[in-house]
């Protein structure tokens, strides 16, 4: 793309911003942006604007012929306003920039969180978009007016279609509204087996201290609530003590095993491990002298696959104190923890993230400020100490923070989103390049020393035949 030739500076070793985009007139909230995974191809051209086009509508141009969903999902990402969404689909070289409408008023209607999944098996696949949503009453008018809530759930009675762009365009057609007591919290997923069978789940965090568990029925595509502590006991506890949890994380690891963390209003920390067969087999919790503001589990080695030695951490921002690293969860529990420095001078800490942005093997790990500071740490080789990599500051508070291939050239962007729009960040090119031709000179010195090797043990096996033994 264009701007892989741009220049890099000392002042930005590890990435330089690329393209800003605005929420239009409004704002979104912390739980405003979720990565979608999926299978679905995406077919739409580049815009003659891009990166500055905003797309309303599909193409007048008929899609193309409908060939078979994608072996391996793509990522790609949405960010919520307080009344619409905007997309941003990865492309080859690009991205294409959606403007979704749901029908929401603004100044009426507030989106609070968002989640998105999609599931399917073989080519059957189904995408569901779940809302968290505020609305003022129609009878007032002033800004005391009172405030109704509910979660709604798109995608879930009508069959996606085989794009991307035409699902998400066509994902208000249809839609179930479930009207909510409290106001709602964080909205995340979960895959649950119900009878032997998998289904998706949405978990609601709320301010009346429930964890909500809300599952599609076999029968009906409907989203019916059901306990959750039927399938996650320790959420059982969180709800009978009425404890208002803020955020929430679920890894679900290769080997098949899940992690459960919650963060709440008043310092309370729970930590849960699953087996295989959704068995909980060990929880902690302690409180901490702050609010959560999130929570992310780990593990610090930057690989898909697991091994029987790897490690899980767990990062845990605060309101009023500085940023956590719990080490060994897996083994420590919550016993093992370092303060990451310099994470309590700017304002609250509302976000946190991880990735490799070296490409060393290992993640470091990025927070996000109210202060509008983003800072990246990296462990110190050999020690349990943590240093700030990269800082930057924004002209608004740090919401939410992701990573991802964006343009499909095998790097990947960070995406920032702040009060009033998303930036997306690119990784020093000139680094890459220096990363990438040492990996080739690596690869080329390994088949050489391989070679090597196999023709010393030719000329073994030759040397070895043409010994001739005599016997007296």
């Known amino acids: 793309m264009s701007f892989n030739d741009i220049a890099l500076t000392d002042d930005d070793p590890l990435f330089r911003e690329t393209h800003y985009a605005r929420y239009g007139y409004e704002r979104t909230n912390i739980f405003g942006l979720v990565t979608l995974d999926s299978r679905l191809p995406t077919y739409m051209d580049k815009p003659d604007e ?41 492309r080859d070289g690009y991205w294409n920039c959606l403007n979704i409408t749901l029908g929401l008023e603004a ?30 009453s129609e009878e007032e008018e002033s800004e005391d007016a009172s405030l109704s809530y509910s979660l709604r759930i798109y995608g879930n009675d009508t069959e996606t279609k085989p794009f991307l762009e035409q699902a998400l ?96 209003q008043n310092g309370e920390l729970f930590l849960g491990f699953y087996n295989k067969e959704g068995r909980e087999t060990k929880s902690h ?84 400020t109210y202060g509008r500071q983003v800072l990246i740490y990296k462990q110190v080789a050999g020690t349990q100490v943590y240093t700030v990599l990269w800082k930057r500051q924004f002209a608004y508070p740090i919401y939410r923070m992701t990573h991802l291939d964006l343009n499909h050239d ?7 989103t702040t009060m009033y729009g998303v930036h997306i960040f690119q990784p020093n090119m000139k680094k890459a390049r220096e990363k990438l031709l040492e990996v080739l000179q690596f690869v080329e010195a390994s088949k050489r020393q391989k070679y090597e090797l196999l023709m010393d043990y030719q000329r073994q096996k030759e040397l070895e035949k043409s010994i001739v033994f005599e016997i007296n």
Not at 50 to 75: C, G, H, M, N, W
Not at 173 to 202: C, E
Not at 329 to 352: E, M, Y
Request: hydrophobic share 45%; aromatic share 6%; net charge negative.
């Open 410 to 416: 095998g790097l990947d962007e960070l995406i920032v």
């Open 50 to 90: 891009f990166p500055s086009a905003r797309i309303d509508k599909l193409p007048a141009e008929p899609a193309p012929e409908y060939t078979q969903p994608l072996s391996k999902p793509v990522r790609h990402f949405i960010a919520a306003s307080s009344s619409e969404l905007t997309a941003f689909i990865s």
């Open 285 to 368: 919790a302690i409180r901490i002298f702050s609010p959560i503001t999130s929570v992310l589990v780990f593990q610090p080695r930057a690989s898909n696959k697991t091994r029987e030695d790897d490690e899980l951490h767990l990062v845990v921002t605060c309101a009023i104190e500085q940023a956590i690293v719990y080490r060994s969860i897996d083994t420590d529990g919550l016993s093992t923890s370092k303060t990451l420095p310099l994470s309590g001078n700017f304002d609250s800490v509302l976000c946190s993230h991880v990735m490799d942005v070296d490409w060393d093997g290992e993640k470091e790990i990025l927070i996000g």
């Open 169 to 264: 365009f066509a994902i208000g057609d249809t839609s179930q509204i479930i009207p909510l007591a409290s106001a709602p919290m964080q909205i995340s997923h979960v895959q649950i087996s119900i009878n032997g069978k998998s289904r998706t789940a949405f978990l609601l965090t709320s301010m009346d201290g429930i964890i909500h568990l809300y599952a599609q029925s076999f029968e009906t595509n409907q989203f019916v609530e059901m306990p959750s502590s039927a399938f996650f006991p320790m959420m059982g506890k969180i709800s009978n003590h009425r404890t208002n949890i803020l955020f929430m994380h679920i890894l679900d690891q290769p080997n098949g095993k899940r992690v459960v963390c919650a963060g709440g």
């Open 107 to 136: 100044g009426k209607s507030e989106v609070i969180a968002i989640d998105a999944v999609e599931s399917g098996v073989d080519d059957k696949i189904s995408l569901f978009v779940a809302l968290a949503v505020a609305e003022k």
